[in-house]
């Protein structure tokens, strides 16, 4: 029972049993009801207050949420291409939602609630806000974004500009924290504090930020900027037994720290020693388990392409027949040349608008988080690294992917019959596949044993929309970028003639910052091939 309606229930108990207790006999005591009758009236005052109060913050949320919805709902894919949207979609659905439900809860809504509960059993979860604020962390890391550019929503190439308020930039903060990732914590707290000095209202204090901050600075040893928050926090909330007992042993380590420099300079008085000073936010992001990571990123953002004038004079453009295909000779394809060596090509007007179409139709209902194959086990699995929905196509899902398939197969001059099914993938916000070999190595030889075709000897790559900003190609070995246009298709060898991994086909598939990439690729396999692309006269032919 609600705390109000137990003071009202109580009270006209008290006062039912007064009358029974025979107060009506005197004048003086029924004094006594006309202040607790008073006292009534007032309670009441301050129930309907609250639930006026209520009305009108599910009066304006639902506001806010039918212009929001509105404009969405207008253009999904455009909406969601907005990395911030998606964040902010993903985290609504999972924690505002959730308020709103506690709000309306406090009165008997019945029909609004038994549909929300129906429905929220579809609703991102709280692994999918981590996944969500992770991703925004990766596109900021990625592109070389602060805070305050995502913040703000300042993306290039976007058509729904969102902003993230003092509560976003809190909550990304408190992801990373709970990820043990102090770098982004701090940034993002910085940022909701900056904005909260800024006046933005919100209701996350300025101590929750504080705290949070002081302790990841501390993290970095930066001793004295954890002192200085600290000091801040104490400032606004005297009482906070934290931040107290966390200043008192800052002071401590400071001294300490002093104390060994002292004993330093008293051993040897020639030498100098200087503090390192460390600036605000000046933070150096930890490295991590990919060697490639600073090269791989670069060339995300269209840096240190390796495309000299003397290279650029190699790459041609053509007609390509498929080496006098039959179906191929009245109406070729044009291929262009985007890189030399190892030669990879790019085909335009590979697949219709309304081919396209289907195949995201027929793709969507089976999508599921794509995986990776353990070099190990050689058994499928999801990793962090490859963020992405994917689905398999037989031919006889429709008359579309068999035509699709013997279009490859004609342009390519290698037969589908062994190679794998047409997969379609579809990169969610911050989508991405790290660098790797899309053939098996020595050490995993089990990896396609299961399919009994050899390895994968060639990569056919269908763009199936364009991308606003980032979701390139990338070549760490050799610096190469492609990007995606619509229609078009890339295709390279991964084996040499001799049967031979080329290792400098590692590639990626870069974090997609403004956009929606959804592609279609094809593996042809050894087996079948044997004529179709002879072996060459050396192991590197």
Not at 273 to 292: C, H, N
Not at 396 to 420: C, F, H, S, W, Y
Not at 427 to 453: C, I, N, V, W
Request: hydrophobic share 35%; glycine share 6%; charged share 30%.
């Amino acid at each position: 029972m609600k705390p109000w309606l137990q003071l009202v229930f109580f009270t006209c108990i008290f006062l039912i049993w007064h009358t029974e207790a025979e107060f009506f006999t005197s004048i003086g005591q029924m004094t006594d009801l006309i202040y607790a009758e008073k006292d009534l009236v007032q309670s009441l005052k301050e129930y309907i207050r609250a639930e006026e109060n209520k009305l009108s913050q599910i009066k304006s949320w639902a506001e806010k949420m039918d212009v929001l919805t509105s404009k969405s709902t207008s253009d999904p894919e455009g909406y969601l291409a907005h990395p911030v949207n998606a964040y902010k979609l993903v985290k609504r659905l999972n924690t505002d939602w959730l308020e709103l439900e506690n709000l309306v809860l406090q009165d008997t809504t019945n029909g609004f609630i038994a549909n929300l509960t129906i429905q929220r059993q579809f609703f991102p979860t709280e692994e999918d806000e981590t996944g969500a604020a992770k991703a925004l962390m990766r596109l900021q890391d990625t592109y070389k974004l602060d805070p305050e550019t995502l913040s703000r929503g300042n993306l290039p190439g976007t058509k729904y500009r969102s902003s993230l308020t003092v509560g976003d930039c809190f909550g990304m903060g408190k992801t990373a924290y709970n990820d043990g990732d102090y770098y982004h914590t701090v940034l993002w707290m910085e940022q909701a504090l900056k904005q909260h000095d800024e006046g933005e209202d919100t209701t996350v204090s300025k101590v929750e930020i504080l705290d949070y901050l002081s302790y990841a600075v501390f993290q970095f040893g930066d001793l004295h900027r954890a002192m200085e928050l600290t000091r801040r926090l104490i400032s606004l909330d005297s009482t906070h037994e934290r931040a107290g007992s966390n200043l008192r042993y800052f002071e401590k380590l400071l001294e300490k720290e002093r104390e060994e420099k002292e004993k330093e300079k008293s051993i040897n008085k020639t030498m100098t020693t200087t503090e390192p000073v460390v600036q605000s936010g000046a933070y150096e992001r930890p490295t991590d388990y990919l060697p490639e990571r600073d090269i791989y990123e670069a060339l995300c953002r269209g840096e240190g392409v390796k495309m000299t004038p003397r290279r650029q004079k190699r790459l041609f453009c053509r007609y390509h027949d498929g080496n006098r295909n039959p179906h191929l000779l009245i109406a070729p394809f044009k291929e262009e040349d985007e890189w030399d060596s190892p030669h990879i090509v790019r085909y335009y007007d590979v697949m219709s608008d309304e081919e396209i179409e289907k195949i995201k139709q027929l793709a969507k209902p089976r999508l599921a988080r794509a995986t990776v194959r353990d070099p190990k086990t050689g058994v499928l699995t999801v990793a962090s690294y490859r963020v992405s929905k994917s689905s398999w196509l037989e031919e006889d899902d429709d008359p579309v992917v068999a035509k699709v398939n013997l279009r490859m197969q004609q342009i390519t001059g290698l037969t589908v019959k062994t190679a794998e099914l047409l997969q379609v993938a579809n990169y969610g916000m911050g989508g991405q596949y790290e660098p790797h070999f899309d053939f098996s190595r020595k050490d995993e030889p089990d990896a396609f044993k299961r399919l009994g075709t050899g390895n994968r000897v060639a990569t056919f790559l269908n763009y199936m929309s364009d991308v606003e900003a980032g979701g390139a190609t990338v070549f760490p070995d050799f610096g190469a970028a492609i990007w995606p246009k619509k229609g078009t298709a890339v295709f390279w060898y991964n084996l040499f003639r001799s049967g031979e991994g080329d290792y400098r086909t590692r590639h990626a598939a870069c974090p997609v910052l403004v956009g929606c990439k959804w592609v279609s690729n094809k593996w042809f396999h050894e087996r079948g091939n044997e004529f179709l692309r002879p072996c060459g006269r050396t192991e590197v032919d």
